[in-house]
Nanobody, 123 residues
Framework: QVELVESGGGLVQAGGSLRLSCAAS????????MAWFRQIPGKEREFVAG????????YYADSVKGRFTIARDNAKNVLYLQMNTLKPEDTAVYYC????????????????WGKGTLVTVSS
């Protein structure tokens, strides 16, 4: 069993930055593929960014490529999402997920989820 807790969300103006954190407990983060997803009310959860067990291989949604950076600190058991040049369309609840499938771009492959943290970007 893995418990994931996201933090770092908030209100920011367009063009600003935020760093989200996802702290894991229960099992080592290095055992899992990890990813960030986001969801707007009334819409499906969408993939944002993910990485492999050692954090070397990464993948980003086209909408955030070049602006967001995913990283993990396996020693601290924390996953990060650095978000720069934020846009109003980035407004959503951001979730971190952990899974054992290399296809971490699909939310159905995530086994564990946090409760999410709200990011609001004002124009």
């Amino acid at each position: 069993q893995v418990e994931l807790v996201e933090s770092g969300g908030g209100l920011v103006q367009a063009g600003g930055s935020l760093r989200l954190s996802c702290a894991a407990s229960g099992r080592a983060l290095s055992s899992y593929y990890m990813a960030w997803f986001r969801q707007i009310p009334g819409k499906e959860r969408e993939f944002v960014a993910g990485n492999g067990w050692r954090g070397i291989t990464t993948y980003y949604a086209d909408s955030v490529k070049g602006r967001f950076t995913i990283a993990r600190d396996n020693a601290k058991n924390v996953l990060y999402l650095q978000m720069n040049t934020l846009k109003p369309e980035d407004t959503a609840v951001y979730y971190c997920g952990a899974g054992t499938s290399s296809d971490y771009r699909t939310d159905k492959n995530m086994v564990y989820w946090g409760k999410g943290t709200l990011v609001t970007v004002s124009s």
